[in-house]
């Protein structure tokens, strides 16, 4: 499966989106990983066709993803149980996904890690 590491920019466009993403950038920064925190004129030199409603954000240099869609496949090619979940609006469900997505995908690898053995 593709890497792709190019980086990430998380984008606040009101007062909640800032602040929790504020609080990732500062749980981030105290552990010295690689993050710089953009104005929204910033973040938008970067990323020039970003909505001008952006007010502030996130760039995490070394971050990197894989495709989503390619990686339900995967999971469902291997039979390893996962949930796929919507969510309205911006990045503020990023609590969610920290608190409880990756947590249920950790332990379903790892499961699935154990049964390979």
Known sequence: MPLDTRGT????????DTERIRRVYSFRESRGLPVQWLSGSEARELEPLLSPKASSAMWIPEDHQIDNRRLVDALEQQG???RY????????AIDWRL????????SALKNAAGAAI
Do not use: K, N, Q, W
Request: aromatic share 12%; glycine share 8%; no cysteine.
């Open 9 to 16: 920019m998380v984008v606040g466009f009101h007062r909640d």
């Open 80 to 82: 390893i149980p996962h």
């Open 85 to 92: 979940e919507e969510f309205d609006g911006t990045h503020s």
């Open 99 to 106: 608190d409880h997505s990756l947590p249920y995908l950790a």
